[in-house]
Structures are given as structure tokens and as C-alpha cells.
């Protein structure tokens, strides 16, 4: 059971925009949502982010190799959604890696479709291998709509341990 948890919540607190992201904190951690929210086609909100195993006076979360991290994201609809894909990649020296390419709609509550102005709730399992090499990476977490585009989306800064 992972005792230390991180949890960001609510748009509220949004604290800066620069280049068409806007930048959410608590702590150390951002949530970054997409360009998309300034091109007028983000459709969803984030409501809340827990990603397990953090802690909120740490500069990372630490991603134990041999264990999983569980992410959980709460998010509201601003239109139906029929599908959903999650992409998560991490910046390792300066390249953007999958990391994995799931279809959101499994481990979403309620499943799709989604009608608008629902509260859902996306969780990903996310296995670290014991062959990883510690490493600290920024890790992106985009769920896109059937047309690939932003539903909407976050960034975390993960170091594996």
C-alpha cells in the first residue's frame, strides 16, 4: 500500500500561463494542461490528480523500480466523449518516449461514451520495471478524444529510484 500521497485539485489554482499552457501547482508539482485549452477545443477540465507514492514537500515523485504507481485523475466533460486514449511519455535527454498507449476507456469511470458535463475518473497503473535505470524524467499524461484530440492532459516531474 503506498502510504505518501500527492493530490492537486481544482482549476482554481492555477497560478500562471506562459505559451499556451496553463500551469497548475501545489508544491513541486504541475499540471499542465494542454494547448489545446487555448485553441477552444479542450474538452475536458481536470478536477483532481492523486499520483501515489509522492509527497508534497518533494522536488519529484519517486517511482520505486519493482513496485507500480498508481495515477489517478478526476476530470469533467465539457461534450461527449465516445472514446478515449491515453499517451504517456517521459523526456529522457531531451526525447519525448512512449512510455504506453492504452485505450482510457477500460480503466475510466463511468465507461464510454461520456456525456457532457459528467465527472469521470481515469486511473493508470503504471509498472516500473526493476531494470530501469534511476533516472529523473518528466512525465506526460495526455488522454485524447477519437479524433486525437486533447481531452486534456498533465505533466509531473518523476525521478525512478
Known sequence: MLSNTLTVVSSDE???SRRGRAVLSSGFICIIQCMA???GSKSCNIDSLVVGNCSVDAQS???VRGTTVIMTLKFTTNKEISSLNNALEGNIGGTWV???NTNAC???TPKCPIQSGVSATFTLKLSISKLYPTISV???AELKD???VDCTCFEIQGRIV
Open 14 to 16: 492555477v497560478l500562471a
Open 146 to 148: 477519437k479524433d486525437g
Open 98 to 100: 512512449p512510455f504506453s
Open 37 to 39: 485549452y487555448f485553441a
Open 138 to 140: 518528466p512525465i506526460k
Open 106 to 108: 477500460d480503466t475510466t
Open 61 to 63: 515523485c519517486d517511482f
